[in-house]
């Protein structure tokens, strides 16, 4: 269905009846990537996947203040609101952790529980968030000059991605380059520049005053954001991490049934 937050049409897939669960895909994303790991979560909840600004089928504005964090986490509120959603458990992967977290910081009061997925609250330092500020726009200049094609070529090469290449079949490896290259040009560039790792204001500061419960999920072969995922489980103050072997950065798509498993138990935890 289509969801008018302001000016901006978003795309949000809703599958499924009982109790909310929110999924916000990564950057180069889109809603489709939930399509195969929501085949291993527990029947009973709504499912509820969002095309997240510049990705998918939601509009990617020209203007790259549209895509701040802080618009987009009111966009997030707008659409809860719309679907009557008073409380939920939201499930961000890698971009979608940080928006995830973003809204939860914001509106504690949205949120039953929270899964971060390969994810961070962003960089600690300004001379960092302007380093990466400063690569992304390259990145986001290079999608411009490139076309999409090209960057989505480069962005399946980058280390982060290599367990990829190991431990997916060529099927699957196709069918995430095809999800990926269902973006646009202004939409990948100015999400980057809009809603950049460097571009969003830093959440490490906030990680001990978030009381709602915490899944942290990471790969063992994602040793960057194993890092992060660890300093965040000692910050927050209801946390639990957990280290899936033999999977990366995308453990929905390198491990599904995993994935699935440990979600449902988190959740059925939850329920008592
Ligand atoms: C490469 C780094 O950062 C990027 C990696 C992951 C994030 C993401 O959403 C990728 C999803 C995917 O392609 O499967 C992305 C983000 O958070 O926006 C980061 O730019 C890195 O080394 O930090």
């Given at each position: 269905m289509k969801i008018l937050c302001c000016d901006i049409e978003y795309n949000v897939d809703i599958r499924g009846q009982g109790d909310p669960l929110v999924l916000l895909h990564g950057f180069t994303?889109?809603?489709?990537?939930?399509e195969n790991p929501s085949?291993?979560?527990?029947?009973?909840l709504q499912l509820i996947a969002i095309d997240i600004?510049?990705?998918?089928?939601t509009d990617s504005p020209a203007?790259?203040?549209?895509?701040s964090m802080s618009r987009v986490v009111e966009d997030l509120k707008q659409i809860l609101d719309i679907l009557n959603i008073d409380l939920a458990v939201v499930l961000g992967y890698s971009m979608g952790g940080r928006l995830a977290l973003s809204f939860a910081a914001a509106y504690?009061?949205?949120?039953?529980a929270l899964i971060l997925e390969?994810?961070?609250?962003?960089?600690?330092t300004e001379q960092e968030r302007r380093d990466r500020r400063q690569s992304d726009w390259n990145l986001a200049g290079f999608i411009e000059e490139k076309g999409v094609k090209a960057f989505i070529d480069y962005w399946g090469q980058i280390p982060l991605f290599q367990s990829q290449q190991l431990l997916l079949s060529k099927e699957t490896q196709e069918l995430i380059e095809k999800q990926r290259l269902n973006n646009s040009q202004p939409g990948l560039s100015n999400s980057l520049r809009g809603m950049g790792t460097g571009a969003q204001p830093s959440l490490w500061e906030s990680m001990e005053n978030l009381n709602f419960p915490v899944l942290l999920l990471t790969g063992s072969l994602d040793k960057k954001f194993c890092t992060i995922a660890k300093e965040m489980n000692e910050l927050l103050t209801a946390s639990e991490w957990v280290i899936i072997e033999?999977?990366?950065?995308a453990v929905h798509v390198e491990q599904p049934e995993k994935f699935g498993k440990i979600v449902s138990d988190f959740l059925a935890n939850r329920k008592g």
């Open positions: 994303g889109s809603s489709a990537n939930w085949q291993f979560l527990p029947e009973n600004i510049g990705h998918g089928q203007d790259v203040s549209r895509y504690p009061e949205r949120i039953n390969s994810s961070s609250p962003g960089l600690k033999n999977a990366g950065h």
